[in-house]
Nanobody, 115 residues
Framework: QVQLVESGGGLVQAGGSLRLSCVVS????????MAWYRQAPGKQRELVGD???????NYVDSVKGRFTISRENAKNTAYLQMNSLKPEDTAVYYC?????????WGKGTLVTVSS
């Protein structure tokens, strides 16, 4: 059974940084596409960015230049480095992984940015 576990969330002041991790466990030979989403209070879940097996990344405009997604395929782990955080980045951040064509989700980690 495939499981995704996010970690690294917390409370940070505006302008600060956080690094989220997403570990994928289970009987996995390879993970194709991975992504980070977020859901702010009262809003729909939105894509933050994604990364291919080869490391190609894409980001939503609101985080470009501030957030960086990376991955370590040997560890089945993805990261979201968040710099210059803003109060509007406050949300639950979710990891998503495409494993053999099936989407899996983590339970999320809360990021709170104070002004």
């Amino acid at each position: 059974q495939v499981q995704l576990v996010e970690s690294g969330g917390g409370l940070v002041q505006a302008g600060g940084s956080l690094r989220l991790s997403c570990v994928v466990s289970g009987s996995i030979f390879s993970i194709n596409h991975m992504a980070w989403y977020r859901q702010a209070p009262g809003k729909q879940r939105e894509l933050v960015g994604d990364i291919s097996w080869g490391g190609t990344t894409n980001y939503v405009d609101s985080v470009k230049g501030r957030f960086t997604i990376s991955r370590e395929n040997a560890k089945n782990t993805a990261y979201l480095q968040m710099n210059s955080l803003k109060p509007e980045d406050t949300a639950v951040y979710y990891c998503n992984a495409d494993v053999y064509g099936t989407d899996y989700w983590g339970k999320g980690t809360l990021v709170t940015v104070s002004s």
